[in-house]
Each structure stands twice: as structure tokens, then as C-alpha cells.
Nanobody
């Protein structure tokens, strides 16, 4: 069982920045594939960015050039640096941990990001 906990959400003005953090415990963090997803009210949960256990990354087109996913295996933490935030980035952001064999996934409880002027 992997326990996933997000932090770092909050209120921010358009153009501002936030950094989300996600820790995953209960397994070898370095072997996990990690990802950030978001869900706005009335919409489906969408992938924002993922980072594999080999440090390969994929970012959604909507956040390319603005958001960056990274990981620190020594701290069992994955980050999402969000710059140039827009109203459309308002959502609950979820962290997902996936085992190396892709057999199991574990979700955090989510952290709210609200972009307001």
C-alpha cells in the first residue's frame, strides 16, 4: 500500500506561481511512476504531467511551457512547479503513484488551486 499526500495548493492571482508537492510512502519511491492530474468542477479528471521512474516526463499541451514536473527520490517527493497561472488552471490537483509494473495505482486526497484576480 502506498500512501500519497499532496500539499501546496492555495489562492493565486493570474500570472502567479505555485509549487505543489506530493509525498508517497510505503514503497520504494524511486520505482514508482508519478503523475499530477486535475479536476475542475463539472469536468473529468485530466492528466497534467507525469514522470516515470526513469525521469522521463510528459506534460499536457495546456500546461507546456508553464508547468514543470520533477521528482526528488531522496525525499520521496514529486513536485509540480506552476508558473503563469491562468483562470483555467483552477481545479483540484491530484497526485497519483503507479507501481513499476503498472499493476496498482494510488491517489492522494487532492489539493485545491484557485486562480482569482
Amino acid at each position: 500500500q502506498v500512501h500519497v499526500v499532496e500539499s501546496g495548493g492555495g489562492l493565486v492571482q493570474p500570472g502567479g506561481s505555485l509549487r505543489l508537492s506530493c509525498t508517497a510512502s510505503g514503497s520504494d519511491f524511486g520505482s514508482l511512476h508519478m503523475g499530477w492530474y486535475r479536476q475542475a468542477p463539472g469536468k473529468e479528471r485530466d492528466m497534467v504531467a507525469i514522470i516515470t521512474n526513469g525521469d522521463s516526463t510528459v506534460h499536457a499541451d495546456s500546461v507546456k511551457g508553464r508547468f514543470t514536473i520533477s521528482r526528488d527520490n531522496a525525499k520521496s517527493t514529486v513536485y509540480l512547479q506552476m508558473n503563469s497561472l491562468e483562470f483555467g488552471d483552477t481545479a483540484v490537483y491530484y497526485c497519483k503513484a503507479t507501481t513499476s509494473t503498472f499493476e496498482q495505482t494510488f491517489w492522494g486526497q487532492g489539493t485545491q488551486v484557485t486562480v482569482v484576480s
